[in-house]
């Protein structure tokens, strides 16, 4: 699929880069006008420019609904739909959700979890706002995974004020979530995202990541580290993603689970012609498996996986290296994050790396926490081959509760919008981190240009990798054969000794020069 | 074993003296310095001079390396182009080194073969430095071929000199030695290749001054050549002095040969390759291994990944001692695989600290490079030695060069986890064939597995039995 996906990529790339130097200035003056967007030749415009990207969305959707034909899942425009099929329940036991759908998987029924991703939803009702959301590149996806037994998880990802994931798990009964678009466009988000009534419904816990800052630095030590004491004050870079502007998805999903956030945004550096991109790649996954690209993460039926690509930016020093500020809401008394390394002796998934790490929202309840997982890697070329793998390191988590700039940048992005104005409740968690990519030595993001980090958001007991029954054969085999044969190897002798014992004492001296045989 | 003076009384029977002293020495030759049948002599010269042998082969078979970066700017070349440096040298040695070993038992012999192969070495680095003084990339990858087709011949010679002078003697320690040597070769190259260029870089630039540093890579080689040279001379007039026999037509090793080396020499072969193939390739691997699972900082993962090269250099000659001491050779071989094996277990199953691991496999890589070359020389005859090292160095090349392509293949694929389980499958494949050679040996008089002291003995015997055998001859 992914070869496709590139080719679709590659088709558009070029086409978009003659378009660019025309267009350039529109999205420039568009981002700065946030406020300001009655002009109607913008999104015309960018209408115009959006043309290949969305013959390549329909590539992409056509494939997708191949995909999802094999696998039997249902999808429509429509949020509802009626499966007849055998479901297992997602119910407070996740393990044993697991297991079933194993067995599901046998019989051929992947449909233990319903999903059901809307581009732009409830665009319709709000016709002028959705419009100006369009030409901003304002993007909302939501997707419903839902049960028979309504124990549901809603998902939406957004590129409203900075990229974010908002993740909810309500049970009890049925119900979807509102968007209105009008209070979306405003300055104020509140309650614009809502539930629709339902009997019954209980939201169980809901949490937030989002991605705050780009940091780029110029690690003059080559330490991949940001805590470096040597690096001065103008070898860093702090982008803001309130400030990039966003492609615009298509109005429809066709189906499809996946979606990518892509920024061309020249990232304020207005002297380099640069046709780089910054992306957030989602799939929502609603089925066991693993992702077929390094670092190979599990999937479960309750989490979303993304890939993190920092493609061909021209980086502002010889030197570069980058991270992101990410940044998890959580609503919970509970008052402890923390990100747990769990080691490992198997790297069967993923070569050369030995561990997980997962970043959980509220670690004493591992049935209601949210997680953010990753392997410490990131590829510094699309093959993602060992070769290009590089160290992906993580700092200490910050309460920022008291830093305006950032809970400014929360606030202006669906965090707000569904949560609400909470920012001085008590039982509102808002900690951050840094991720961090390079390792000394790997040649900086300037030797190919290109940065890949991928990572699963989810709710629930994060997945654990555990060693394969192949490779406990492996061993077995390339272990135990050896051992067998040594032991009754070693039996056999000592019985032939105990037997003949007596007839080597005489050979030992005469044979001492059977290569030579001697004359007389 | 003493086949030569044994070989000699049978051969020459004109002086019933137990001594082989029978030509009047004078001067320099009546001093123990240079006297052939000397401890000081034997030690302070020969043992020199053999270890110096292939000082410059191992200089230059690294040069590569230590200009990894250089090279590359400088020759406008890709790493893939920058690789085959090795993969000429490494690939043609397959079969070039049984040839060289041959060579050197039918038609050189060790003296004429060493000063013609350390020609081939000195040629080979002349033409890398000239091609790399003339921008031309065929031209060096030449060179590396020529260089080749010397190295690992030169290697086989070295070889069978120590066994020529130290069989029976201190021969365990001597190999020992000579891998000290070959590992303090390319560590001088690793650390002085590099300012020699930056010196040179202050006059010349670019590719000219890659060439010139090269050059003084040829002048260690010509240094060698000497030495060899010097090696040749003192070896003929030990021959002389000491009345080794030279071979006659019948006794010339002919290729069939081969098939007469009998199950010992194979199943030695069989260690070699399958142990060397589970240190070696796996070196090669190591440093996202150290900083992966270990989260070591890379130059700490590099420190821990050399730390094989630096305890064999140093633990090599005294365990080589030691072997010397107490004999019973393929108890310290079974001992050197068990032991890696071991440590292969702690890095794959374990996050013990890898500092413990590697140094107590660089010690067992010790214990068994000492205890396994000279074994070949107790089942082998002399003037069938070059041979039987040339294809036992022939059959690890080819283990070596196939092993790191797949073990590649299955870190990309798999994992370093299966990895070391293919290394300690490889450890277990050894572990057989030793344990075969041992039970071998045992059933076969148990010749391998003598302890010092009764070997001593015997050659004492023997040695009575050959003064018997003169003297009759005389009466």
């Known amino acids: 699929m992914r070869p496709l996906l590139e080719y679709g990529h590659s088709v558009w790339q070029p086409q978009h880069k003659t378009l660019c130097s025309d267009v350039e200035d529109v999205q420039r003056r568009a981002t700065k006008l946030l406020a300001s967007i009655q002009d109607k030749p913008y999104p015309e415009r960018l209408a115009t420019l959006r043309l290949p990207s969305l013959e390549f969305r329909r590539k992409q959707g056509d494939m997708i609904d191949l995909w999802k034909y094999i696998h039997g899942v249902y999808d429509t425009d429509r949020p509802h739909f009626d499966i007849e099929k055998t479901r297992d329940t997602r119910g407070n036991s996740l393990k044993i959700n697991k297991h079933r759908c194993r067995l599901n998987l046998r019989n051929n029924s992947f449909s233990h979890q319903v999903l059901e991703t809307t581009f732009w939803p409830n665009c319709k009702d709000y016709p002028s706002s959705c419009q100006i959301a369009r030409s901003l590149g304002n993007n909302v996806v939501y997707t419903k995974a839902s049960t028979k037994e309504h124990d549901n998880l809603y998902y939406i990802f957004s590129t409203i004020g900075i990229p974010s994931i908002v993740l909810a798990r309500a049970t009890g009964a049925d119900s979807d979530l509102m968007f209105n678009w009008d209070k979306l466009m405003n300055q104020s988000l509140e309650n614009s995202i809502s539930f629709k009534k339902a009997e019954g419904l209980k939201v169980n816990y809901m949490y937030a990541v989002a991605f705050t800052r780009l940091i780029e630095y110029n690690d003059t030590q080559d330490s991949a580290d940001l805590n470096n004491k040597e690096l001065t004050l103008k070898d860093w870079i702090f982008r803001n993603f309130t400030d990039f502007f966003w492609d615009t998805l298509p109005l429809k999903s066709g189906g499809s689970n996946e979606f990518v956030f892509n920024s061309t945004s020249d990232f304020h550096s207005p002297n380099e012609s640069n046709n780089g991109s910054l992306s957030f790649s989602f799939l929502v996954s609603g089925a066991d498996g693993r992702a077929s690209e390094l670092p190979a993460l599990e999937r479960t039926a309750n989490l979303t996986q993304f890939d993190f690509v920092l493609d061909n930016f021209t980086p502002s020093f010889s030197k570069s290296r980058f991270a992101l500020e990410t940044v998890l809401v959580s609503l919970s008394k509970n008052k402890n994050m923390s990100i747990d390394e769990t080691q490992s002796i198997d790297d069967e998934y993923s070569p050369g790396v030995f561990t997980i790490n997962n970043w959980l929202s509220c670690p004493s309840n591992q049935m209601e926490t949210g997680f953010l997982q990753w392997k410490p890697v990131s590829y510094l070329s699309k093959d993602r081959g060992r070769k290009s793998a590089t160290k992906v390191k993580h700092y200490e988590i910050v309460d920022i509760k008291d830093r305006n700039s950032e809970v400014a940048m929360v606030k202006s992005s669906i965090v707000e919008a569904f949560f609400g104005d909470v920012w001085n409740r008590n039982d509102v968690i808002i900690r951050s981190s840094n991720i961090s990519f390079g390792l000394n030595g790997d040649g900086f993001y300037l030797k190919n240009n290109y940065t890949v980090w991928s990572s699963s958001v989810g709710y629930g007991k994060p997945p654990a990798d555990s060693i394969s029954t192949t490779v406990i054969i492996i061993i077995a085999a390339g272990l135990g054969i050896p051992v067998i044969l040594i032991i009754f190897g070693g039996i056999y002798t000592v019985f032939r000794r105990l037997r003949g014992q007596s007839g080597y004492q005489a050979i030992s001296n005469g044979s001492l020069n059977h290569n030579n045989p001697q004359v007389n | ?475």
């Open chain 2, 1 to 475: 074993m003493g086949d030569r003076d044994n070989d000699d009384s049978e051969n020459s029977p004109l002086l019933s003296s137990g001594s082989s002293m029978d030509i009047e020495l004078t001067g320099c030759g009546a001093t123990p310095f240079c006297n052939p049948k000397s401890f000081v002599h034997r030690y302070l010269i020969i043992l020199v001079l053999i270890c110096f042998l292939s000082f410059g082969s191992y200089f230059c078979y690294d040069n590569p390396a230590a200009l990894q970066d250089t090279m590359i700017k400088d020759l406008n070349i890709n790493e893939g182009n920058f690789m085959a440096f090795y993969s000429f040298y490494s690939w043609p040695n397959v079969v070039l080194c049984m040839f060289g070993g041959y060579l050197i038992d039918r038609i050189f012999g060790v003296r004429l073969g060493a000063i013609i192969f350390s020609i081939f070495v000195t040629c080979g680095q002349v033409v890398f430095a000239f091609g790399a003084l003339i921008n031309s990339y065929p031209l060096m990858c030449f060179g590396r071929f020529v260089f080749g087709i010397g190295g690992e011949s030169l290697a086989v010679a070295q070889n069978t000199f120590a066994v020529k002078w130290f069989q029976g003697k201190a021969l365990n320690m001597v190999f020992g030695l000579q891998l000290s040597f070959s590992r303090v070769g390319s560590t001088v190259n690793m650390n002085v290749m590099q300012p020699i260029y930056d010196y040179i870089d202050k006059s010349t630039h670019g590719y000219k001054c890659l060439g010139i540093a090269l050059f003084v890579g040829a002048f260690m080689c010509v240094f060698s050549l000497i030495l060899g040279g010097i090696l040749a001379v003192l070896d003929k007039r030990a021959d002389r002095i000491l009345k080794r026999k030279s071979l006659s037509a019948e006794e010339m090793i002919r290729f069939r040969d081969i098939f007469t080396f009998g199950f010992p020499f194979w199943f030695i072969s069989i260690i070699c390759v399958a142990y060397y193939v589970a240190v070696f390739p796996f070196i090669g691997l190591g440093l996202v291994f150290f900083e992966m699972k270990f989260g070591m900082s890379p130059t700490s993962a590099n420190a821990v990944n050399s730390l094989v090269y630096i305890v064999s250099a140093v633990a090599s000659p005294v365990f080589g001692f030691l072997i010397d001491r107490s004999g019973k050779n393929v108890f310290w071989v079974l001992l050197g695989i068990t032991v890696t094996l071991a440590c292969h277990m702690l890095l794959a199953f374990t996050f013990l600290n890898p500092y413990i691991s590697m140094v107590i496999m660089g010690l067992s890589y010790s214990v068994l490079a000492s205890a396994l070359w000279p074994m070949v020389a107790l089942i082998i005859p002399a003037h069938q030695l070059g041979t039987a090292y040339g294809i036992m160095q022939a059959i690890q090349n080819l283990g070596l060069a196939v092993i790191s392509l797949t073990a590649g293949i299955i870190v990309d694929e798999n994992g370093y986890l299966i990895l070391e389980v293919f290394f300690m499958a490889y450890l277990c494949l050894a572990l057989i064939a030793g344990v075969l050679l041992y039970l071998w040996d045992a059933s076969n008089g148990g010749q391998l597995n003598l302890s010092a002291r009764v070997r001593h003995l015997q050659q004492a015997k023997e040695k009575a039995e050959d003064t018997d055998n003169g003297d009759r001859l005389v009466q």
